[in-house]
């Protein structure tokens, strides 16, 4: 990581910091999440930063991928759990960081769970260590609370433009002997859960991602589609709310025939098994 590439990311995180210094006077019953979710990505903007991948707001059993869709009337209850997920990038260089609170509280045992959890896993990360060392210490801030971690998400490396590289940093033990090497930007989640500990994937789909741009397409709809993507988002995630250049109808035809062309990637929404509660804890850091 070259000293440009460490300025991008530094000011992605502290843009990310200010956001969500913003954010926590909005989680009130009542506010609506499409509109937390467009508070958030205007913000985005304003600030000077663009949007690495649509806000996710997932309540109580959804652990992850829930961001309104358009006409979206679900609002905050007293009480709910809320997981605030945001990304954001400079030319590429993404800051990935996550925040859980409780409508009309200040706090709760899964939030403390996962914030200690998160404070100790990143004492692991460190050139030279690996990534097995990390779960093995989520697993024992989670056994001293008494909950799960949620063994089959993880923690994961950032790339230009990708949200998702090497390595994986699952919060359940494993054995993964890869080493974290310096240069590597970690975006490092801890999911913290009072039920099994797995998720499942559920409908509906909101959020996509490009996966495979050269395939030949179709229909009308659907290349002018993929044209957009391409222009807009290029291999970033992105919402189903964002896209107004097709009807409804038109819409889902062309992203169903885009997925079965293996040209998109389905994000679905993630519940815990049991519908057990899940925390969420996220920081971006440079090793």
């Known amino acids: 990581m070259n000293p440009e590439e460490k300025e991008k990311y530094e000011k992605a995180i502290e843009i990310s910091k200010k956001i969500f210094s913003e954010v926590e006077s909005k989680i009130k019953e009542g506010v609506k999440l499409l509109e ?156 913290m859960t009072n039920g099994l500990g797995w998720v499942k994937e559920s409908l509906p789909i909101l959020i996509y991602e490009l996966e495979n741009p050269n395939i030949p397409v179709r229909f009308r709809d659907s290349r002018l589609l993929l044209n957009h993507i391409v222009e807009n988002y290029k291999t970033l995630p992105f919402a189903k709310r964002w896209i107004s250049i097709l009807s409804p109808t038109r819409l889902d035809f062309a992203l169903s025939e885009l997925v079965n062309l293996g040209i998109l990637k389905e994000h679905p929404i993630l519940k815990e098994k049991s519908n057990g509660w899940v925390a969420q804890t996220e920081e971006t850091i440079l090793l």
């Open 36 to 191: 937390l979710a467009e508070f958030i990505e205007n913000r985005i903007i304003e600030l000077g930063a663009e949007i690495a991948f649509p806000v996710n707001l997932s309540i109580n059993e959804i652990a992850a991928h829930y961001t309104p869709d358009k006409n979206d009337k679900t609002e905050l209850k007293e009480g709910d759990l809320i997981k605030v997920d945001v990304g954001i990038h400079v030319d590429g260089y993404i800051a990935d960081r996550a925040r859980t609170f409780i409508v009309g509280e200040k706090s709760h045992e899964l939030i403390r769970a996962s914030e200690e959890a998160l404070k100790e896993a990143l004492k692991i990360i460190k050139p030279g260590n690996r990534v097995y060392q990390v779960a093995e210490v989520i697993e024992e801030v989670a056994k001293s609370y008494g909950f799960n971690p949620v063994r089959n998400l993880s923690g994961h490396g950032l790339g230009r433009y990708k949200i998702h590289t090497e390595p994986t940093i699952l919060n359940g033990r494993n054995n993964i002997q890869q080493e974290f090497k310096e240069g590597q930007a970690i975006a490092m989640e801890v999911f």
